[in-house]
């Protein structure tokens, strides 16, 4: 690669040419023509997301979206969630449900729409700087970003990465130098941290932006008003229980250092696509090793492009930008927040292309040059393609227990008792707090979420299995012995098919009594899995246990397995009326 003169006075004049010679024929690429490939990869990667994320369903924190959503006034829009102002993503979460319903595939739509949003504002920054076609090759990695997929794949990565397409755009509206491109950086700023925290490292990066130009006061009002707003809003907050003040720890600034480098290394080595985490998992983090020696080059590099003076406006704009997101990462440190987590992994990737992009910006790409970073850019890929794969498994797992479990607390309704939590056994249910009385509240002004009984009936025997045990705690079913039994009717005797195995039958609707011979045991039932996979209590001989059950519109009954008694007599509950 050679390198020319920069002039800082002469930054704009000396953007990279948009006709590249790629042969020595003299062939070229247009602007427009990148633009057009870069259009065909946008394309292909929303066909890949939207294939590897079919059939899935609301993350954990949308799910908090969605329960909050039926109650969803101008306070409630700009509640803090776990220290975010999320206004923007709350009210399109009011819009989507309020017109078409809770499908997920508007959800899906969007955020894949956020992914190609962001990689199209992100190449219109970057060819600025290293020209049209070396800007390609970063783009394309970040479009299917598999390090990332929590982001990426996840329609969750909605809210963060719309706020960094914002920041990206308020980045290139400040380029044009004038009032309107001044007041739509200041608007996108805005719009940017409504949205997620990940706004801020553009409000620095803007602010960096305007401080170092001569006429800084006359422009600095464009980042000085969404900050004045922002920080009115986190003032607000420290009064409510999920704050900004209450997730972040001023003893963390010491960690700084630490997360900074572990943060650079992590993003690396997910770059590179030699993060690649062989130790198995879709929740694998990233592995550093490679990224730690792949960024101490990268380190002397910048440190010496900036010793030799003469450094693009864009350097000190992007380094604000990253260092800003990850000392925010650092200061909310916790055991669950790790550098190397994937949720900081884009945000900070973004960052350092930003700050690579901005020191390159004097050099020409030969043709060696560019097959060296598009074959990075290959191997980069083909790793982040597999990590998008194990994100699809890890969300797919997780969409079916959730639907499932989702279904059984539709089909109980308000026969449950309304504080039970019907996800509190599924994949991340630690973070899922709502009651079944709040997904009721969703369904009956929006529509339900969970599978039907029919599609329930086609999944996995574990995942029907635990729907049973989750539909049997919303009933409370408890086998219960009444000094004085109800009356009965329909009474039959049940024995083993086989000699010392269990006793297996069919109950009869509302319920049933159950009265052990010969010996007393354990009594558990089923429904749409295997009898026995909720257990309800046990059984004496002698003694009368009942088991009173609800109905409901599911036309599948309820069965019974029994272990120890040679046989039992089981009666049904006599109904009223």
């Known amino acids: 690669m050679a390198s020319v003169p920069h002039s800082f006075k002469q930054e704009h004049a000396t953007v990279p040419p948009i006709v590249l010679p790629i042969t020595s024929r003299g062939l070229t690429l247009t602007d427009r023509a990148c633009w057009g490939i870069l259009g065909a990869a946008m394309a292909i990667a929303a066909a890949l997301i939207l294939y590897l994320n079919r059939g899935t369903t609301f993350f954990a924190d949308e799910l908090t979206f969605l329960y909050e959503t039926p109650a969803l006034g101008p306070r409630e829009a700009i509640e803090p969630h776990n220290g975010h102002l999320i206004a923007t993503t709350r009210l399109a979460y009011k819009l989507i449900l309020e017109t078409v319903g809770p499908d997920y595939i508007a959800f899906r739509l969007i955020a894949v729409g956020a992914v190609l949003l962001s990689g199209g504002l992100f190449y219109a920054v970057v060819k600025r700087r290293i020209g049209a076609l070396a800007a390609l090759a970063p783009t394309f990695v970040l479009l299917v970003f598999g390090s990332a997929w929590q982001h990426v794949l996840a329609p969750i990565g909605f809210t963060p990465i719309l706020a960094i397409a914002a920041g990206l755009a308020a980045l290139l509206a400040l380029e044009r130098g004038d009032r309107p491109g001044d007041v739509a950086a200041c608007a996108l700023l805005v719009f940017s941290i409504a949205t997620y925290t990940t706004g801020l490292p553009f409000l620095v990066g803007v602010a960096v932006s305007v401080l170092i130009r001569p006429d800084r006061r006359k422009r600095a009002w464009i980042f000085l008003v969404p900050l004045a707003l922002y920080g009115a809003w986190w003032l607000w907050s420290l009064s409510t229980d999920t704050s900004a003040g209450n997730e972040t720890r001023l003893a963390n600034v010491l960690l700084i250092p630490a997360w900074v480098a572990e943060s650079l290394a992590a993003v690396t080595g997910a770059l590179t696509g030699l993060g690649f985490p062989f130790s198995g998992g879709s929740e694998s983090k990233i592995d550093p090793d490679w990224g730690r020696v792949l960024a101490i080059p990268l380190i002397v590099a910048l440190v010496l492009r900036i010793r030799r003076g003469n450094v693009p406006a864009g350097v000190w704009v992007s380094l604000g930008v990253v260092l800003t997101w990850w000392t925010l990462g650092a200061i909310a440190y916790d055991t669950f927040r790790p550098p190397d987590s994937g949720r900081y992994i884009y945000m900070g990737s973004i960052g350092v292309l930003l700050v690579a992009a901005a020191a390159a910006d004097a050099i020409r790409f030969t043709r060696l040059g560019l097959a060296a970073l598009f074959g990075v850019c290959v191997l980069s890929i083909a790793a982040n393609l597999e990590l998008l794969r194990a994100g699809e498994r890890f969300l797919r797992n997780y969409s079916t227990v959730v639907r499932a479990d989702l279904a059984m607390a539709e089909l109980a309704g ?118 026995g996979a909720a257990e309800v209590g046990g059984v004496s001989p002698g003694r009368t246990a009942v088991l009173p059950i609800p109905t409901d519109s599911a036309p599948q009954p309820w069965r019974a397995a029994m272990t120890g008694p040679s046989s039992i007599e089981v009666c049904a509950l006599r109904q009223p009326g």
């Open 414 to 531: 308000n026969r449950a008792d309304p504080d039970f939590k019907p996800l509190r056994d599924a994949p991340l249910g630690e973070f899922i707090n709502a009651p079944i009385s709040s997904h009721l509240v969703l369904v009956d002004e929006f529509g339900p979420i969970g599978f039907s009984p029919s599609e329930l009936g086609a999944q996995d025997e574990p995942v029907r299995e635990a729907a049973d045990r989750v539909l049997a705690n919303a009933y409370g079913l408890r086998l219960t012995k009444p000094a004085n039994p109800p009356p009965l009717e329909s009474c039959r005797v049940v024995r083993p098919r086989r000699p010392s195995g269990p006793i297996v039958t069919e109950l009869p609707a509302g319920g049933a009594a159950f009265l052990a011979r010969g010996s007393g045991g354990a009594v558990s039932v089923g429904r749409f899995g295997s009898v």
